[in-house]
């Protein structure tokens, strides 16, 4: 029968034919394998089944089809194989009738069972692709699979296509703010500033100036009379000068910082005095008049606490900051500087044998200075005085600077006066003045500078302006004369008080 067949004589009953054969005839003595792309499952098969769509039999005598793999697909039936997915396509699952288009963005190069996504630099934006373009010039993708490139913030620019990420995104050449070669620019750190574009570096900010910001196009200025005492400085709190916070019934707070003030007129009712900087002279009565005392940094006075200069401080009217010695140095007098300053003009903390150590003059004749390591002695940029050298504060006792000569005034015709030029006498000599305590080892001779024959005042309670003895060195004779006939020491008019005057000499 067909189906079946005997291969010897004289069976009683014929043999199924054997799963992967077949045979539709009658009296077969064997069975036909079934052809590639065919399968019989089954024995005593008429005939061979086809593989279907997305199925495939390599060999003869096929008792299955076998599903085609990922990546490859078939459509028809009897097929000895599957082809692969052509490029842009692709078959996830076994058994594919049809590969499918990758998706914008994904891309496949042939017989992929998925597509790939596009890398971090690149893009597609059509189906079906089997590559990524880069991003062009002034654009970038940071993330995978995307079918377009992100530009670049505005102004920044990329040098090379391909870019996988927004920090590739740079300045071609350096704006305001940044500095450096071309493509290869940095943004200014704080403390430092470039005005304008195409800068090669960044400037530090100046003395009297911070800035606490990157990438900025200029400093920040301290608030007058405040400045720094080194360059490149990123802080507010960089900025040194006086400061005296008073603090009402209320709770408010003003600080002063100028060099000579008043009281707020409406600051009335003061609780809490705190010196915040320096040294400070307080009045009793408007326009520095009336009893005063000198209060210094870190003094604190409270209503009821008892201190024995409590009441004055609280109730006084007028201001004035001691600037120089404090918060600047006086040429040629370095070790009278009594700051407490306690880095250097780098920032570099000062140190002495026990522990930290504060900046002060080693030299008369040097800048104040602080050691920063054992043996390296650093300049802390502390400026040099105006006032008290070219102009006197209070009495005169702490000016400092180089006048030397006094007017000596004789009448002339009767009904007017004329003025002789005189030199100075020197300090430590006893001519043509004798005098006492100026001299070498005395001890007015540190305390009030006497050095030379500059102008000084060594006696507060006579005089309230520097002064000098009378000496004969310039217009000899008539000096000579002036001092037999009138008197052997004369106020220096030549030194003026200060008043609005810078309180240092420009910083370097």
Request: aromatic letters at 10%; hydrophobic letters at 25%.
């Amino acid at each position: 029968e067909p189906g079946s067949f005997a291969d010897v004589v004289g069976l009683v009953n014929c043999k199924n034919c054997t799963p992967g054969t077949a045979t539709d005839k009658t009296g077969q003595e064997k069975c036909t394998n079934c052809k590639a792309g065919e399968f019989a499952a089954d024995s005593g098969a008429l005939i061979c089944s086809n593989c279907g769509p997305g199925n495939y039999s390599a060999d003869e005598g096929s008792t299955a089809c076998t599903l085609c793999a990922p990546g490859t697909s078939n459509d028809k039936e009897s097929q000895t194989s599957c082809a692969a997915c052509e490029g842009g396509t692709h078959a996830s699952a076994q058994g594919a009738t049809a590969c499918e288009d990758c998706l914008a963005g994904t891309f496949s190069t042939g017989g992929a069972p998925d597509c790939s996504n596009c890398a971090k630099g690149t893009f597609n934006n059509d189906r079906k692709m089997t590559s990524c373009g880069n991003c062009t010039i002034d654009t970038y993708s940071d993330e995978t699979g995307q079918t377009s490139c992100k530009d670049c913030p505005s102004g920044l620019n990329t040098r090379y296509s391909g870019a996988d990420a927004e920090s590739k995104c740079i300045y071609h050449y350096c704006v305001a703010g940044w500095a450096g070669e071309p493509w290869n620019c940095a943004e200014c750190a704080a403390g430092t500033f470039a005005s304008a574009g195409n800068s090669t570096a960044c400037e530090d900010c100046g003395f009297g100036q911070f800035q606490e910001d990157a990438g900025s196009s200029s400093c920040e200025f301290c608030q007058l009379p405040q400045t720094t005492y080194g360059k490149g400085s990123t802080h507010a709190a960089d900025c040194e000068g006086p400061g005296i916070t008073l603090t009402n019934a209320i709770g408010s707070t003003s600080t002063i910082i100028d060099s000579k003030t008043h009281r707020p007129s409406l600051f009335v009712n003061i609780k809490t005095v705190t010196v915040a900087k320096g040294e400070w002279i307080v009045y009793a009565e408007n326009n520095y008049e009336g009893a005063s005392l000198t209060v210094k940094q870190g003094e604190v006075f409270i209503e009821g606490d008892g201190g024995p200069n409590t009441a004055a401080v609280l109730a006084a009217k007028s201001y004035y900051a001691v600037f120089p010695n404090n918060f600047c140095y006086l040429q040629d007098y370095a070790d009278e500087y009594r700051g407490i300053i306690s880095r250097d003009i780098n920032g570099a903390a000062c140190q002495n044998s026990t522990g930290p150590g504060l900046c002060k003059g080693y030299d008369d004749y040097g800048v104040p200075s602080c050691y920063i390591a054992d043996n390296v002695l650093s300049p802390c940029g502390i400026p040099k005085c105006r006032w008290d050298y070219e102009c006197y504060t209070g009495n005169g006792i702490d000016y400092r600077g180089d006048s030397t000569k006094v007017n000596a005034t004789k009448p002339f015709l009767i009904v007017s006066t004329t003025q002789i030029n005189c030199t100075c006498q020197s300090w430590s000599s006893d001519h043509p003045t004798a005098h006492e305590g100026t001299h070498p080892n005395d001890p007015g001779m540190d305390r009030y500078g006497l050095r030379d024959q500059y102008c000084r005042n060594p006696d507060p309670s006579k005089y309230s302006r520097p002064w000098c003895y009378i000496g004969v060195a310039l217009n000899h004779d008539a000096c000579e004369k002036y001092l037999k006939n009138v008197k052997t020491a004369e106020p220096c008019p030549y030194v003026k008080q200060c008043t609005n005057e810078p309180y240092f000499f420009e910083q370097k």
